[in-house]
């Protein structure tokens, strides 16, 4: 040791230190215990605050290394706590929805550096945001979209703005340029499973417009739209295709009735699978209509789900109410309500690749035909005429088929 100074060291009064020139030198944190029985003895000792003390014959040293470490992770968490900070200060100035601020997560997540969410099932769903609703009352809800700023006053007359948003989004590198397409990856694992001539149908349509799938299903706004539950990309369900091919090929052949359609054609029950029996409702009787083959059937032609071919196109649309009152059932309809616009995700200028498969070994899916057409002509007119998804009364829906 040099540089070594001598005092009093002091353990059982006061807060430990070292008595020296009239002085109270304060003793490092990190420095070992020592023990009572050294109190008040002559010592020498290094440094302000005390690193080294030597007494009664004992030396005791901080370990500077563990305070040098010390002293590097502060700076590491100061640096790392700057840069959240200015992170948080991004997303809320991004005009995004997304905020890690205002999300309803868990501390744990909530910590972690999530500059963007680039699975947007997650962004939307799991990182919703949490806001003033309006600017009359106190009250907050989840929301993906606001038109304008709200400045409001909020108890004790204290100004909040909740700011423009809308939800941007994020989908990773699923559409990526250097790697094969979400669609294409699909197809090639489908050839696989279907791999002779005519086994295997793949058309491509696009929206003439908008399209939503999924409006009343579950989630914390007031409005859904389907997302894959892995990749989080819009989607259109293979029993949503199966079910309005299926649908078109009721009401075009069978006057609407199922019943007649799986008496009727075994070709009908092959495809689309059947039970063995059907009770349908036929004005103001019911009568039960037996299959052809007289047992359940499962059908023969396999629908995947329709996947977007490049990066999917999402859009706010709105429903405006007029009459909010009379449609919760407390008012009748008058012009006195004020509309209550409620906001929902559609998807629009996107190509989605259709897949149809079967194994069947006298069917070549691109030339059979059933019912004088082949089945890419009936689920051509199928999206076209029929429409797929919510509100096809109102134009959403339709689809051509891509060249």
């Not at 149908?201 to 389907?226: A, C, N, Q």
Request: charged share 30%.
């Amino acid at each position: 040791m040099t540089d070594m100074e001598k005092g009093i060291l002091h353990i059982r009064n006061k807060r430990m230190h070292i008595r020296s020139k009239g002085k109270d030198i304060p003793i490092k944190k990190e420095m070992p215990e020592i023990s009572k029985e050294f109190d008040k003895l002559e010592c020498e000792f290094e440094g302000n605050p005390a690193i080294n003390i030597m007494v009664g014959g004992v030396v005791f040293f901080a370990d500077l290394a563990a305070l040098e470490a010390k002293k590097e992770k502060a700076k590491e968490v100061e640096e790392y706590n700057n840069t959240y900070e200015e992170m948080l200060r991004r997303q809320e100035n991004s005009g995004d929805s997304y905020s890690l601020r205002r999300a309803r997560v868990p501390n744990d997540t909530m910590a972690c550096m999530l500059e963007d969410g680039d699975n947007f099932s997650l962004k939307l769903n799991r990182f919703a945001r949490y806001d003033f609703k309006d600017n009359k009352e106190n009250e907050m809800h989840f929301k993906f979209f606001n038109s304008k700023p709200i400045e409001s006053s909020r108890g004790n007359d204290k100004k909040v703005v909740v700011p423009a948003i809308n939800i941007k989004t994020n989908f990773g590198d699923l559409f990526s340029i250097n790697e094969p397409q979400l669609a294409n990856r699909q197809a090639q694992s489908a050839r696989l499973l279907f791999p002779k001539e005519g086994q295997l149908l793949s058309p491509k349509f696009k929206p003439d417009w908008r399209f939503v799938t999924g409006l009343g299903g579950h989630s914390v706004y007031e409005t859904g739209i389907t997302l894959h539950h892995v990749y989080g990309v819009p989607y259109i369900p293979a029993s949503s295709i199966k079910g309005v091919l299926r649908s078109w090929v009721i009401f075009s052949e069978y006057e609407n009735n199922e019943g007649k359609a799986i008496s009727a054609s075994t070709e009908f029950c092959e495809i689309f699978g059947c039970p063995a029996e059907l009770t349908v409702e036929e004005g103001d009787r019911k009568k039960t209509y037996k299959s052809t083959f007289r047992e359940e059937r499962q059908g023969k032609v396999t629908f995947f789900d329709a996947l977007p071919t490049h990066k999917p196109t999402i859009e706010v649309d709105i429903m405006n109410p007029h009459y909010p009152k009379y449609y919760s059932g407390n008012e009748a309809p008058t012009d006195t309500q004020s509309p209550t616009p409620i906001f929902f995700l559609t998807v629009s200028n996107t190509t989605f690749q259709f897949l149809l498969a079967t194994k069947v070994e006298n069917w070549n899916l691109k030339t059979k035909q059933f019912w004088d057409k082949t089945l890419e002509d009936w689920l051509i007119e199928a999206l076209t005429e029929h429409g797929l998804g919510a509100k096809t009364a109102v134009g959403y829906g339709y689809m051509s088929k891509i060249p």
